[in-house]
C-alpha cells in the first residue's frame, strides 16, 4: 500500500506527478504519406528546441512503402518503387530504419518523441527495453510473443518482435539529435497477404534476400484481436511511464513537416 509521500501527498499522487506531461496526438496528418514520415523528423527537431511539448504519436497509416536510405541508392531502387505503386501503396522515405518495410491501415506506428540532455545515452537500452514492453502487451492479448530477429526478416532488427520465434510481428527504429530522441514502431495487426505480396516484389526489385514467410499479424495470432485492442495493449505501458494529455498536430507542426517533404517523397520515374 502507498503510503504518504513528500509534502502530504499519498504515494500515488507522487508517482503520478513524478510522470513527465506528454502529449498524445491521434490520427495521420493528412492525405499525404509522406507527410506522416517527414513529421518525425520534425517533432524530434521542435521537441528537441524546445518549441514543443514532448509526445507520443499513434496513427493508422496509409499504404506505404518506407524505403530506408540507403536503399534509394540501389540500381533497382526506381523499379521497387515502381512495384510498390502498382500493389497500391505509395513509395516514401524514412528518417529512422533499415531497409524497406511496408504497412497500411491496418497497421499501428506508435512513436515516442521525448527531450534528453544525452540523447544518445542508452540507445541500446532503449530498443531492449521497449521490444520486451511491446512483446509482454502482445502477450496480454495471447499472442506467443518473443523479441528477436526472425531468420530471413524484411528489414531486420535484433530487436524485432515475432510470434514463435517465426513471423514478425513489429518493427523499429531510433533516430537522435541534441536535445531529444525519436522511437518509432510500427505493428502489424492484420493484412499480412497483402503486406508480403508487395514486398516480395519490392524486395526482388532491389536484389534483397529475405524469407517472405516472416511477415506476420498479431490477427494471423489471434484472430479474435482487435486493432484497437492491439493499440490500448500499446499505450498502456506508456500511460505508465507518461502522463498522456489528449492533443493536436499544431500548425507549426504542420509547417515544419512539410518543409522536409523534398526529403521523403520519391518521384515516379522509369526504372533504370
Given at each position: 500500500m502507498y503510503g504518504v509521500g513528500r509534502g502530504g501527498?499519498?504515494?500515488?499522487?507522487?508517482?503520478?506527478?513524478?510522470?513527465?506531461?506528454?502529449?498524445?496526438i491521434e490520427g495521420r496528418a493528412g492525405a499525404d504519406p509522406a507527410l506522416d514520415l517527414a513529421l518525425a523528423p520534425a517533432l524530434l527537431a521542435?521537441?528537441?528546441?524546445g518549441s514543443r511539448a514532448p509526445l507520443v504519436r499513434v496513427y493508422r497509416p496509409?499504404?506505404?512503402?518506407?524505403?530506408?536510405?540507403?536503399?534509394?541508392?540501389?540500381?533497382?531502387?526506381?523499379a521497387a518503387a515502381a512495384a510498390?505503386?502498382?500493389?497500391?501503396?505509395?513509395?516514401?522515405?524514412?528518417?529512422?530504419?533499415?531497409?524497406?518495410?511496408?504497412?497500411?491501415?491496418?497497421?499501428?506506428?506508435?512513436?515516442?518523441?521525448?527531450a534528453a540532455a544525452d540523447a544518445n545515452a542508452g540507445i541500446q537500452e532503449r530498443f531492449a527495453a521497449e521490444a520486451e514492453r511491446q512483446a509482454d502487451a502482445l502477450r496480454g492479448l495471447g499472442v506467443d510473443a518473443r523479441v528477436g530477429e526472425v531468420p530471413g526478416e524484411y528489414c531486420p532488427g535484433a530487436f524485432s518482435v515475432n510470434a514463435r520465434g517465426q513471423a514478425k510481428l513489429i518493427g523499429a527504429a531510433q533516430r537522435t539529435v541534441s536535445g531529444a530522441w525519436l522511437f518509432s514502431s510500427v505493428v502489424v495487426v492484420d493484412g499480412s497477404?497483402?503486406?508480403?505480396?508487395?514486398?516480395?516484389?519490392?524486395?526482388?526489385?532491389?536484389?534483397?534476400?529475405?524469407?517472405?514467410?516472416?511477415?506476420?499479424?498479431v490477427v494471423d495470432e489471434r484472430p479474435d484481436v482487435t486493432l484497437g485492442q492491439v493499440k490500448a495493449a500499446l499505450l498502456a505501458p506508456l500511460a505508465a511511464r507518461y502522463r498522456l494529455t489528449l492533443a493536436q498536430l499544431g500548425t507549426n507542426d504542420l509547417s515544419a513537416g512539410s518543409a522536409l517533404l523534398g526529403r521523403h517523397r520519391v518521384e515516379a520515374r522509369p526504372p533504370r
Open positions: 501527498l499519498t504515494g500515488w499522487q507522487a508517482v503520478a506527478m513524478a510522470r513527465p506531461t506528454v502529449d498524445l521542435r521537441v528537441a528546441e496509409w499504404p506505404t512503402v518506407a524505403f530506408g536510405r540507403r536503399d534509394s541508392f540501389l540500381p533497382g531502387f526506381a510498390a505503386r502498382r500493389h497500391g501503396f505509395a513509395a516514401a522515405i524514412r528518417s529512422a530504419g533499415g531497409r524497406a518495410a511496408a504497412y497500411h491501415d491496418a497497421c499501428l506506428v506508435v512513436e515516442e518523441v521525448i497477404a497483402q503486406l508480403r505480396a508487395v514486398l516480395e516484389e519490392v524486395y526482388a526489385a532491389l536484389g534483397l534476400e529475405w524469407n517472405p514467410a516472416s511477415v506476420g499479424a
